[in-house]
């Protein structure tokens, strides 16, 4: 059975500082992944999506990818208050047809 | 940026009722869209699969009868919660695919009550 593994958290990190958001997956199978942002009652957001082995940088988010390790991350800097949700990794196979989601890490940051 | 507009956000009804949410691209055609449930302190669960102009594709263990996928056109697909029950009470998302290997673009969810 195809999984996406997260720590629920809560994980609580200060404003400013830097929050890393973990996440694995067992489908060796699977091509691209992505970060969603949701809030607590709403759908789903994209924050950032890897294809390939590596970092991907957009404004405060990387995303890291270690496909021998079957391993995503994100790392988001400067922390604010907003970013307090619950993110949700997913893998993507067959061209990003078809997602398996985490079940997602609650982040929260404090003032 | 892609626009995924889902209707109604919410619906409160009794046993017994059957409801249609309609999910709708507004600035793409959407080869692809996608119908997930959620439920509370959960992840999202993959429904279907719908294409339009053919027969969406179910996933093991959803009732292709109780949930009934319509997909008329690039732009809208409705799903049809048949005779809902209060265990269908859920969050229901869908989304919709510009293009493979790009990523999926959710709307704002139907929040269904079955009282």
């Known amino acids: 059975q195809k999984e996406v593994e997260q720590n629920s958290g809560p994980l609580s990190v200060p404003e400013g500082a830097i929050a890393s958001l973990n996440c694995t997956y067992s489908d060796r199978g699977s091509q691209s992944f992505f970060w969603y942002r949701q809030y607590s009652g709403k759908s789903p957001e994209l924050i950032m999506f890897i294809y390939s082995n590596g970092d991907k940088e957009d404004g405060r988010f990387t995303a890291q990818l270690n496909k021998a390790s079957q391993y995503v991350s994100l790392l988001i800097r400067d922390s604010q208050p907003s970013d307090s949700a619950t993110y949700l990794c997913?893998?993507?196979?067959?061209?990003?047809?078809?997602?398996?989601f985490g079940t997602g890490t609650q982040l929260k940051v404090e003032l | 940026g892609a626009v995924v507009s889902q209707h109604p956000s919410r619906v409160i009804c009794k046993s017994g009722t059957s409801v249609k949410i309609e999910c709708r691209s507004l600035d793409f055609q959407a080869t692809t869209m996608f119908w997930y449930r959620q439920f509370p302190k959960q992840s999202l669960m993959l429904m279907a699969t719908?294409?339009?102009?053919?027969?969406?594709?179910?996933e093991q263990g959803v009732e292709k009868d109780k949930f009934l996928i319509n997909h008329a056109s690039l732009t809208l697909s409705t799903l049809t919660v048949t005779s809902a029950h209060p265990e269908d009470s859920s969050f229901y998302i869908c989304?919709?695919?510009?293009?493979?290997?790009?990523?999926?673009?959710f709307g704002d969810g139907t929040r269904l009550s079955i009282l």
């Open positions: 989304s919709a695919l510009r293009d493979v290997n790009q990523p999926q673009h």
């Open positions: 997913a893998a993507g196979t067959g061209g990003g047809n078809k997602l398996t």
């Open positions: 719908s294409n339009e102009g053919s027969k969406a594709t179910y």
